[in-house]
């Protein structure tokens, strides 16, 4: 155990002639090792909102509260690590469990928690969401491609001398921009912003206190600074925000010209997750970073990252994200956040605070088809990444005795050919699978699965094709025929359109909601299955600095462009109109008129749990007719809804908070869709619209009830005009016979002329009647 008096590190930044991190060192470390004392940790102190205008009265605050349990003023400030001064008030402190206590049982004290780690969750995209760059008025034109809009991202850094980074053509960094560029110990690092790229921070000593043993950084080559060593926040960055970037290819796929959803706007890095040990994010990392990105200025916060499961209330101060989150907007900040990746599983979606936009992942209509032709001549198509040389024909093995097991082993029987294995697993390890295959002598692999269009690449461009079932059957029954089977595999092409239409992605999770049935969770999707994008060029599955990658993670920031370019063109629209806007315009069939499929076993039609109000449609987004606005008095109707208690909600908010005696109705959260997750007989809940477009405005109600269901609205007109502009209606649902304890999904759309504005209806019987 350490001294507890040592509480004051020495921290020495050196880099290697490569720019990686070497080490972070105490004063008596020779071997560039963080030492840290084990019998502390570091505690997340959350006082609620700030009582000073001042951040130095604010953190003066804080060390007289950590000064009452460590017994000096020294010891305090040695102890501190963060003070949240800007958002919100609260600290972290490295402290004793003892002493943790004793903070919480002071008055003013909200809460306190240990701190604890998070996880982490393009030439087309843009163009199938209706966004090609070369198209007059559509939004991308209307808006200026988003310029003088701030994204902030909170993710693992940022690649400043990325090609999507150039500032070539951007105008002065707009004045309410009040961050900074702090890139550590690296030679010129304020250099590394531009008008691009105007901010970037880094935040580790939550992680560090979170590991719990030494950490010999110079092993997992990662920088204490905003750089970015995994690639993860690069692209999230690049998806957003981007700048244009011409004739980018993976290998030859997926050919074009990269950018972000609004290239004009502006970017700046929140580094809080560390590839060290495990790639994980801090919660007093986080917290820091949401309170600085308040300050700072950011119109838009993209957020990847998810809290542990299982869900937590969001009052919580276990729910970093929820709170952090809650504070930016409150002062106006949109925040979108990935809504996971442990689909297909129902109840499995995060990031369900209602004032947060949670995405989930769909595909585009592109594939990359591979071609395996067999030595009777049929040919099969399959999907990859693969872009070697034709191989020419070879022979072709299904190792019966040996199979995948635990640790991908094959005999030397398969040297010089191509195996075929079947797999259950949905999400495969393709690179275990194609290093043992190569490992045995093999020279390719034909992995049968169940088919979703989720693919990555394997390393050292190792031929590995997926196939369905049904087609690695015929392949086994060619296998099986032939004394000596051959077969020939390709490279993948890029193919574009049908046969390829928009699906959820398997991995994409699903709603229902767990800890809040009647708040419809996700929001919406968009495009986050093999998404091209700028990536860190030490990513060893970069190529000249870009990737392919899937992943709600790489959804998230095409809502967040699409949030900046809604910015640029409505600058007084509060967060909760931008996400109504966003839900109630969504596609609910493909760009082709195609219905829309979740992946699975079996694949099934899309719901409002897989999909939210549908995919994005940003164009239609920017025009709106109507939207559910709400503000914070909206989101604390919530909070009681939820049944906190008076002082968890009122640490969270600006004002002491007093719930009324008859607590509110969550079904009446003017949310842009209805979820019923309880339905007896009938049941009656109110919303209210805000016209935001021509002032003299009628729309009609229409409805698609629920099967089982009647759904009556009153009034079913609303009449808008100079004097008019908000309009309250009441929608009563009942039963008209028995249902089952499934969910049932419908809509209610307000119609003016070609516009609708559509919110999606979730509708399950009550479950103990149904058993009483």
Partial sequence: MGNPHLLLFVLLFFLNGQGILMGEVDAKSKYGIIKFLYDRQVYIV??????????????????????????????????????????????????????????????GVARVMPNTLHKLQTTRSWDY???PSNAPNNLIDKSNMGDGVIIGVLDTGIWPESKVLNDEGLGPIPPHWRGACKFGNESNGTSHCNKKLIGARWYIDGFVAEAGRAINVSEYHEYLSPRDAQGHGTQVSSIAAGSYVSNISYKGLSHGTVRGGAPRARLAMYKVCWNVFVLGCASADILKAFDDAIHDGVDV?????????PLVPEVDAHNPIAIGSFHAVARGITVVCGAGNDGPFAQRVMNTAPWIIAVAASTIDRGFPTSITLGNNKTILGQSLFTGKESGFTGLVYPVNEGIGAHYSYASSVAGKVVLCFTALALVDRE???????????????????????IDP?????????????????????????RSPIVKLNPAKTHVGNPYYSKVAYFSSRGPNSIAPAILKPDISAPGVNIFAATSPINP?????????????????????????????HPDWSPAAMK???????????????????????????????????IANPNDAAHPGL?????????????????????????????????????????????????????????TLTRTVTNVGPLESVYKVAVEPPFGTVVLVRPNVLVFNSSTKRISFKVTIFTTRPMNTEYYFGSLSWINGALAVRSPISVRADVQNFYA
């Fill in 458 to 482: 394997c390393s050292k461009d190792f031929p590995c094709i997926e196939v369905s079932y049904e087609d690695g059957t015929q392949i086994l029954s060619y296998v099986l025929s032939h």
């Fill in 46 to 107: 959350y006082l609620g909102e700030r009582r000073h205008c001042d951040p130095e009265l604010v953190t003066d605050s804080h060390h007289d509260i950590l000064r009452s349990v460590m017994g000096s003023k020294k010891l305090a400030s040695e102890s501190m690590v963060y003070s949240y001064k800007h958002g919100f008030s609260g600290f972290a402190a490295k402290i004793t469990e003892s002493q943790a206590q004793r903070l919480a049982e002071l008055p």
């Fill in 541 to 569: 599955l970069a190529v000249d600095g870009f990737m392919m990658s899937s992943g709600t993670s790489f959804a998230t920031p095409h809502i967040s462009g699409i949030v900046a370019l809604l910015k640029a063109m």
């Fill in 432 to 454: 275990n699978i194609s290093s043992a295959v190569r490992a045995a002598g093999g020279v390719g692999v034909i992995i049968a699965k169940n088919p979703f269009d989720h």
């Fill in 301 to 309: 916060l993209s957020v990847s990252l998810a809290s542990p499961f």
């Fill in 580 to 614: 109504s806007a966003i839900v109630t315009t969504a596609r609910n069939t493909d760009r082709y008129g195609l219905p829309i499929f979740a992946e699975g076993s079996p694949r099934k039609p899309a719901n409002p749990f897989d999909l939210g109000g549908g």
């Fill in 129 to 131: 969401l209706g966004l």
């Fill in 627 to 683: 939207v559910y606005d709400m503000d914070k008095a909206d989101y604390i109707k919530y909070l009681c809804a939820m049944g906190y208690n008076n002082s968890a909600i009122s640490h969270l908010t600006d004002n002491p908070t007093t719930c009324p005696k008859r607590q509110p109705s969550i079904r009446d959260i003017n949310l842009p869709s209805i979820t019923i997750p309880s339905l007896k007989n009938s049941t």
